[in-house]
């Protein structure tokens, strides 16, 4: 505790705690979200480097939960058909985390921000996105694009979201592969930033204390997605997205 209360103030990390718990339930209602609301929430009252550290954490136990949800063989299935997007993702993670320490702080905002309110947005107004299951093309930019974004943002949902929707990818099956996706993705950014210094003896504390709070607000919404109507979750999480994009775009203008 001594450790995070030197980066912040005993009502800062309150707050952090009330965050994690949160992104949690919208991640367990919908299978997506967390990294987008940690490191908009977070990196609005502890900065943007200390809020990536934090949610490396949360994010890599709550996608291993959401994978295996099914069990291992079926986890193991969508990594078989999901292999080239795994792959191209983990090499553009890997590339873009060393970015973190360089890159300005208003262009990191801007890039985070950018595509979730265009996604959100896109979403909320019902225009349709379809894409042949064969494209290995499309495939590929996406998964270079979403692992751009995520080795410097821990943020990769939106456009990875975006294509198994275009796929129009069944609930439960999209659910899973996105924890295959997600999770796997998470291992490779914890090593990308313990090598990119954000992961570290000062900030690791942080990422554990967010832990439980995080699985805590999981299991609520993983109740809730089994109790309750799908769309109208999904539609709720588009709108805290897009507050989210929003934010993060003001910050990148007006910081």
């Keep these: 505790m001594d450790t995070i209360f030197s980066l912040m103030s005993p009502g800062v990390f ?13 991640k367990g209602m919908v299978g997506f979200a967390m990294p987008m609301i940690l490191v908009s929430g977070l990196g609005s009252i502890v900065g943007p480097e200390l809020a990536l550290a934090g949610l490396i954490l949360p994010t890599l136990l709550t996608n291993g939960w959401q994978a295996m949800r099914q069990g291992w063989r079926a986890a193991w299935d969508s990594v078989k058909r999901f292999r080239l997007f795994l792959i191209v993702g983990f090499v553009a993670l890997m590339i873009s985390a060393q970015l973190v320490r360089v890159m300005p702080e208003r262009l990191m905002l801007a890039l985070i921000g950018v595509p979730i309110t265009i996604f959100a947005a896109m979403q909320l107004a019902g225009v349709p996105l379809r894409v042949p299951s064969a494209s290995r093309r499309v495939e ?8 751009f974004i995520g080795g410097f943002s821990g943020v990769w949902g939106p456009p990875t979201v975006a294509y198994l929707t275009a796929l129009d990818t069944g609930k439960t099956e999209q659910l899973r592969i996105q924890g295959v996706i997600y999770g796997l993705g998470a291992v490779a950014l914890f090593f990308a ?21 995080a699985m805590v607000g999981m299991w609520i919404g993983l109740k809730l997605h089994d109790r309750a109507d799908q769309a109208t979750f999904r ?4 709108m805290v997205l897009a507050v989210a994009g929003v934010n993060l775009l003001r910050r990148a203008i007006f910081a």
Excluded at 14 to 26: H, R, T
Excluded at 140 to 147: E, H, M, R
């Design 14 to 26: 309150a707050l952090c705690l009330g965050i994690a718990v949160f992104a949690g339930v919208i």
């Design 140 to 147: 590929f930019s996406v998964a270079a694009f979403a692992g």
């Design 193 to 213: 930033h313990i090598a990119s210094g954000v992961v570290r003896t000062e900030t690791l504390p942080f990422s554990f204390a967010l832990l439980v709070p």
């Design 235 to 238: 539609k709720l999480t588009l």
